[in-house]
């Protein structure tokens, strides 16, 4: 097995109201980043960091989670747009259409509010070299 994880977060769960609605959502939005689904069951869905649950799940303990900010990362502003366009197509609602934003040159973002109310981003943070896609570790 192999996971692939970035430096500062190593997952985040959101408990949601109505999984099939979130599953629908971020499915499109994952689809659109080239991000693959890990894993899913009637009361959970996982891709990459991210953990999504029902309330009634294990995982949750019956309570819902905040209001959150997530930010995902897209290759390019093309992915930035395609994400804007898949999240409104599978219920997501205008947050701040794509477009450049000023917190630094090149910042160009699309939002949109999930199911949950959650403030879901795509950047892109212009031309840059990375040192590697992602951290990989194996079991």
């Known amino acids: 097995m192999q996971l692939y994880r970035g430096r500062l977060i190593d997952h985040i769960q959101l408990v949601v109201r109505d999984l099939k609605a979130s599953r629908r959502f971020y499915g499109a939005l994952f689809e659109v980043l080239g991000i693959a689904i890990g894993g ?3 009361d959970y869905f996982w891709a990459d960091e991210l953990f999504v649950s029902s309330a009634d799940s294990r ?3 019956g309570v819902l989670t905040g209001r959150h900010h997530l930010a995902f990362q897209a290759k390019d502003r093309g992915m ?3 994400f804007y366009k898949a999240g409104l197509a599978a219920g997501g609602k205008d947050n701040g259409a ?3 934003r000023a917190y630094h040159p090149g910042y160009y973002a699309a939002f949109l509010l999930d199911p949950d109310g ?3 981003e795509a950047v ?3 031309e840059a070299r ?3 896609d992602a951290v990989v570790v194996s079991f």
Do not use: K, M, T, Y
């Open 130 to 132: 990375r040192s590697a």
């Open 40 to 42: 899913e069951a009637e």
């Open 98 to 100: 794509p477009g450049e």
């Open 118 to 120: 959650n403030n879901i």
């Open 124 to 126: 892109f943070h212009g």
């Open 59 to 61: 995982a949750a303990l």
């Open 80 to 82: 930035v747009d395609a």
